[in-house]
């Protein structure tokens, strides 16, 4: 069993900035490739940013340049720095990560619950 839960999201004015955070917990053995999604009112949910167990960053074009994913495999956590933030980055944003747990030792897709991020004036 394994959760993952994002926080930081909220309100905040096109040209801002915001981090949000992302906790694995569980029977984790040990977390591969680690992202974040969003997903728009209406829309398909789109990959932002993955970033692997050694460092290697993704991201999408629409968001590189502003956003920088991070992680810290010590802890089981995955960050997301968002900058110069437009309207359009307004959507819920999910936690993802393939994990190894304790029990099994395939790789497996766990999703969080999201957060929402509003870019509004």
């Known amino acids: 069993q394994v959760q993952l839960v994002e926080s930081g999201g909220g309100l905040v004015q096109p040209g801002g900035s915001l981090r949000l955070s992302c906790a694995a917990s569980?029977?984790?053995?040990?977390?591969?490739?680690m992202g974040w999604y969003r997903q728009a009112p209406g829309k398909q949910r789109e990959l932002v940013a993955t970033?692997?167990?050694?460092?290697?960053?993704h991201y999408a074009d629409s968001v590189k340049g502003r956003f920088t994913i991070s992680r810290d495999n010590a802890k089981n956590t995955v960050s997301l720095q968002m900058n110069s933030l437009k309207p359009e980055d307004t959507a819920v944003y999910y936690c993802?990560?393939?994990?190894?747990?304790?029990?099994?030792?395939?790789?497996?897709?766990?999703w969080g619950q999201g957060t929402q991020v509003t870019v509004s004036s």
């Open positions: 993802n990560a393939f994990v190894q747990t304790t029990v099994w030792p395939q790789l497996n897709d766990y």
């Open positions: 569980g029977s984790i053995f040990s977390i591969n490739v």
């Open positions: 970033i692997t167990q050694a460092g290697s960053t």
